[in-house]
């Protein structure tokens, strides 16, 4: 077929326009349908749901950093034998990075203690204070005690989240 001049200027111009539309309906397409994969050293039971923790102001690189998971459940909250899981990293002073596992998309509460000596426990002094340092998801205040379990809920509705916990020491 044969275009007059005018015409084939116009196509023309209309051709990288037409390319990059299509580019991205392909990398949009492709993205949507890709599944995510957890990075390496995710704790807990291995699921398709997983939240990135950020630790930060951790006093030293000694020890471990604790990860507590709780279920959407406040007569759990910080008992005994109340956590879903707890999944455990090398501490590093500053900033530590974990990655844990939860069951499905949901509510979550998160409890974080800095086990400087590694014995695996939350070490509090003679009584009853905590001894070492810990932190609590959304950051909520502690200064006059633990914090409710209506300020420590984090929504997790899909995986590869991240949450940033700052830490407090006594």
Not at 8 to 37: C, N, W
Not at 48 to 55: D, G, H, P, S
Not at 116 to 130: A, I, K, L
Request: aromatic share 8%.
């Amino acid at each position: 077929m044969i275009m007059p001049k005018g015409l084939r200027a116009l196509a023309a111009s209309f051709a990288p326009i037409a390319l990059a539309s299509a580019a991205l309906v392909t990398a949009t397409g492709t993205a949507a349908q890709s599944t995510p994969t957890p990075p390496p050293g995710c704790t807990g039971p291995a699921s398709q749901t997983w939240l990135n923790v950020v630790a930060e102001g951790l006093k030293n690189g000694e020890g471990l950093l604790a990860v507590t998971l709780y279920a959407d459940d406040s007569s759990k909250f910080l008992v005994k034998r109340g956590s879903l899981y707890v999944g455990r990293v090398n501490a590093q002073a500053g900033t530590t990075r974990a990655c844990i596992f939860v069951p499905k998309p949901g509510v979550y509460a998160l409890a974080l203690y800095h086990d400087e000596n590694g014995n695996r426990s939350f070490d509090r002094t003679g009584v009853g204070f905590p001894a070492e340092g810990f932190g609590f998801s959304n950051n909520p205040a502690t200064l006059a005690g633990l914090p409710t379990f209506k300020s420590v809920r984090l929504n997790v509705p899909k995986a590869g989240l991240t949450t940033r916990i700052q830490m407090k020491y006594p």
